[in-house]
């Protein structure tokens, strides 16, 4: 059996090499480098355009009990993603060239598929396929997508965070440590700002000009990743209980805690690049530079990568798909972020799932995910009747309640569940043997 892979983002490459492992011969087909985003630097297959964090590894965190999932049902991205893994706490964060770079070799090696680096412009409705453009689907397809399903066009504004220069830091106003000493290793850089210098930064940010959509973009912000200066508009304490909380990072000298703090994450194997975790921006590449060296720790940054914003465009999923994550009335599938599912590990995880549904249904098989997986539910959202419906991360809430268990012992009592549910579950049969 032949299928049609759209989209090299980590969806597409999750669902074709799962394929391509279980047999069937792909044809995956990536639009850049020949067509560029708005977004992405660089042509490679699987490129993180955000932040290069995977989020939580620990089982009582939604994102770590979803990653023990996916590595119980063989994802073949979660394990390149931890070969690339970088120094981050108990978070998953990783080298992105390394992965992008080893993704790239699977697929390119697999004797089961074929890379075309070509954009796709039209839909074939009887076409075994797989649509996994993400969020910055060229603006042919996205036209053709939504020709066939006769849905009004939905997208938000989602945005990205700087990166600086480990060598132009001033190492003297920054101090390394793990939130409530998490980790083996102190992985986090700490910039500590006092009353006055939070204050007056908060105000910068108010006052900043930002980087004004285009009358043809104006949408929604997801709350999920809300640009800073957003956050600092919503009220002077607002980042200070959120990205810029210094909860749990006392000084190791002083042993006093900042009353603010702006962490900065590894963005490479090396460590000399750095990610202001939190800090997505809209703001004006001139304006980044001029607020942020308010930070006396950043008063000299050299900035690798300023923050910058762009559009998302989903798909109204329940309306649109089948539990299976077909679109209705057609043999197209639909995985990652354009289907409301936000985040990595999610596009990861619908890649996979969509790839499952596909080999079931090639076997004449019904497939079922239990609801009590983190997958499960993950679509059940996604495909539920919701008049409401808007881009959502993986998290508890999308999980069965468990009954009988108090507030403390809730998420515990619902990664059992998930446990129980996975020890006579298989998502894909044996492998078949390469050609």
């Known amino acids: 059996m032949k299928i049609k892979i759209i989209g090299g983002g980590l969806a597409g490459c999750e669902a074709a090499l799962q394929l391509a492992d279980q047999g069937m011969d792909v044809d995956l087909w990536e639009m850049r480098p020949r067509v560029e985003t708005p ?45 690339a893994r970088v120094p981050a706490g108990e978070s998953l964060a990783i080298d992105r060239e ?33 649509v996994a453009t993400g969020p910055l689907s060229s603006d042919k397809l996205t036209q053709a997508l939504f ?3 006769g849905s ?12 600086v220069e480990l060598d ?41 000009d930002t980087v004004e959509p285009k009358p ?29 909380r210094p909860i749990g990072l006392r000084h ?51 900035f690798a990568r300023f923050g910058a914003m762009h559009r998302n465009t989903f798909i109204n999923s329940p309306q649109v798909l089948e539990p299976s994550l077909r679109i209705k009335g057609t043999r197209i599938y639909c995985a990652g972020q354009l289907t409301g599912a936000e985040g990595y590990t999610e596009a990861v995880g619908t890649g996979l799932y969509a790839a499952s549904m596909i080999v079931a249904e090639a076997r004449g098989k019904t497939l079922e995910w239990p609801e009590t997986t983190c997958l499960g539910s993950l679509t059940r959202h996604l495909t539920f009747p919701n008049p409401d419906f808007q ?36 998502a894909f049969p044996e492998k078949m043997p390469a050609p």
């Not at 932040?51 to 063989?74: C, D, I, P, V, Y």
């Not at 993704?103 to 009887?126: F, K, M, S, W, Y």
């Not at 290793?185 to 910068?204: G, H, I, Q, S, T």
């Not at 975790?277 to 809209?282: A, E, M």
Request: net charge positive; proline share 5%.
């Open 252 to 302: 190791p000298e002083t042993g006093k805690t900042p009353f603010a703090v702006i962490q900065l994450r590894a963005e490479n194997r090396e460590k000399t690049l750095y990610n202001m975790v939190g800090f997505q921006t809209r703001l004006k590449w001139g304006t980044q530079k001029k607020i942020f060296a308010m930070v006396p720790a950043l008063k000299e940054a050299a």
């Open 147 to 149: 020709a066939l399903i």
């Open 39 to 83: 977004a992405h630097k660089t042509g490679n297959l699987a490129e993180l355009v955000c932040s290069n964090s995977f989020k939580g590894l620990g089982l009582t965190s939604a994102h770590g009990l979803f990653k023990e999932e996916l590595k119980r049902m063989g994802s073949r991205l979660l394990a390149l993603a931890m070969e």
């Open 391 to 426: 881009p959502m991360n993986f998290n508890f809430g999308l999980l069965p309640k468990a009954l009988d268990a108090g507030k403390k012992d809730k998420k515990s009592k619902q990664a059992e569940a998930c446990f129980a549910a996975l020890e006579n579950f298989r």
């Open 98 to 130: 390394m992965f992008s770079n080893a993704v790239g070799q699977a697929i390119e090696n697999h004797p089961r598929i074929r890379l075309h680096r070509e954009e796709v412009q039209t839909l074939d409705p009887q076409e075994l396929t797989v």
């Open 168 to 208: 132009s830091l001033d190492m003297e106003q920054v101090f390394a440590k793990n939130r409530w000493d998490k980790g083996e290793a102190p992985d986090f850089l700490n910039c500590p700002l006092d009353k006055d210098a939070y204050f007056a930064f908060v105000e910068a940010l108010v006052a900043a």
């Open 152 to 163: 009004e066009k939905l997208y938000f504004f989602d945005s990205i965070a700087p990166v």
């Open 216 to 244: 043809f973009e104006k949408g929604q912000l997801f709350e999920g990743c809300l640009p800073v200066e957003e956050m600092a508009r919503r009220g002077k304490e607002t980042l200070r209980y959120g990205p810029m």
